[in-house]
């Protein structure tokens, strides 16, 4: 899972993105992904696009 990560904010890098927006779940099976995304930079936001606030869902996002 790092790898596939690392090749997507490499390739957002490359592509000249500003920002990395992501949805994942709130649930406790969900806590070694948010960690994951953790280590690389992301930080927890506010629902983006049309999301809208969800007790099963968690908002991350990562400046390029």
């Known amino acids: 899972s790092s790898r596939?990560?690392?090749?997507i904010i490499q390739e957002a890098?490359?592509?000249v993105y500003l920002r990395l927006n992501l949805e994942t779940g709130a649930m406790p099976e969900f806590a070694p992904a948010r960690a994951l995304y953790?280590?690389?930079?992301?930080?927890?936001?506010?629902?983006?696009?049309?999301?809208?606030?969800?007790p099963n869902s968690v908002f991350m996002t990562k400046k390029l």
Do not use: Q, W
Request: overall charge negative.
């Open 13 to 15: 890098e490359r592509r």
């Open 4 to 7: 596939v990560l690392e090749h």
């Open 38 to 54: 953790s280590r690389y930079g992301f930080e927890y936001c506010d629902p983006f696009a049309d999301y809208i606030e969800d």
